[in-house]
């Protein structure tokens, strides 16, 4: 195997939050389908999940000053 230790993590740092994501919504929508009642408040939180990653990100994004994003897209 070659490479660092650190770039064989580098796939859990990339894909950690969008599998969690997806396996909270399968979840979600899966309890509403099955658990009655209960599933359906399980699947408003669960499946809301996304939107509220997605809504968190896109206001920082906004607040955030532009050279720090810049900063950060080229890696220093």
């Known amino acids: 195997m ?3 230790p650190d770039r064989s ?3 859990i740092r ?3 939050a969008p599998i969690v994501l ?3 919504t399968i979840t979600g929508l899966l309890a509403a389908l099955l658990w ?3 599933g359906q408040y399980v699947a ?3 499946v809301g999940a996304p939107v509220l990653v997605i809504s968190w990100v896109w ?3 906004r607040t955030q000053k532009p050279e720090h994003f810049d900063r950060v897209m080229r890696g220093k």
């Open 9 to 11: 993590r580098l796939w």
């Open 59 to 61: 206001v920082r994004r």
């Open 22 to 24: 997806a396996v909270a």
């Open 44 to 46: 408003w939180v669960t």
């Open 36 to 38: 009655g009642t209960v």
């Open 14 to 16: 990339v894909f950690a």
């Open 2 to 4: 070659h490479g660092s």
